[in-house]
T-cell receptor, first 109, second 115 residues
């Protein structure tokens, strides 16, 4: 079956760096996306990787290794507003997107 | 402002009742999607549509129905056959179905509860 695995919760300190890992098992894999969702809100797109390597967008970076079926989201200079759930999502060639169950990020002052 | 509008924000369903959730987008996107989110869970795909008058079942389509008569609109009906409908429903759209980078834009969601 198709699935994505990510930790259910991660805790970090304000100003620090945190990495959220994601491993995937899908057929027809195209690329890996990351979304942020605050409580009660809509998910918003953060980044996308189709090729191996690191993509940087401000404080957020995302990495993909296709050979390892693995990716991660790196958040730097953590701020309290970064407290949210983060979802990895695998895009397949059939235009379906499979979402992981999400990682809830807790930030301590 | 361009975006996706879902209504209502909250919806209550009685036993045996069908209810319809509205989703409208003015982004001129070709593809639209419906997801269900349960507490502490990821998003599960119910239905998606890549073009007007066509749609495909997702992973949990049983008990749901959709239509795509206009590019801007993709309503979801939760039928009485869906025995556990309480969830947060999210509608999304993307510009080009099948594009290498399929960014999904989400509406604010509808929270459905059973009376």
């Amino acid at each position: 079956g198709q699935s994505l695995e990510q930790p259910s919760e991660v805790t970090a300190v304000e100003g620090a760096i945190v990495q959220i890992n994601c491993t995937y098992q899908t057929s027809g894999f195209y690329g890996l996306s990351w979304y942020q969702q605050h409580d009660g809100g809509a998910p918003t797109f953060l980044s996308y990787n189709a090729l191996d390597g690191l993509e940087e967008t401000g404080r957020f970076s995302s990495f993909l290794s296709r050979s390892d079926s693995y990716g991660y989201l790196l958040l730097q200079e953590l701020q309290m507003k970064d407290s949210a759930s983060y979802f990895c999502a695998a895009q397949n060639r059939d235009d379906k997107i499979i979402f992981g169950k999400g990682t809830r990020l807790h930030i301590l002052p | 402002d361009g975006g996706i509008t879902q209504s209502p924000k909250y919806l209550f369903r009685k036993e045996g009742q069908n209810v319809t959730l509205s989703c409208e987008q003015n982004l001129n996107h070709d593809a639209m999607y419906w997801y269900r989110q349960d507490p502490g869970q990821g998003l599960r795909l119910i239905y998606y549509s890549q073009i007007v008058n066509d749609f495909q079942k997702g992973d949990i389509a049983e008990g749901y129905s959709v239509s795509r008569e206009k590019k801007e609109s993709f309503p979801l009906t939760v039928t009485s056959a869906q025995k556990n409908p309480t969830a947060f429903y999210l509608c999304a759209s993307s510009l080009y179905p099948g594009a290498a980078k399929n960014i999904q834009y989400f509406g604010a969601g509808t929270r459905l509860s059973v009376l």
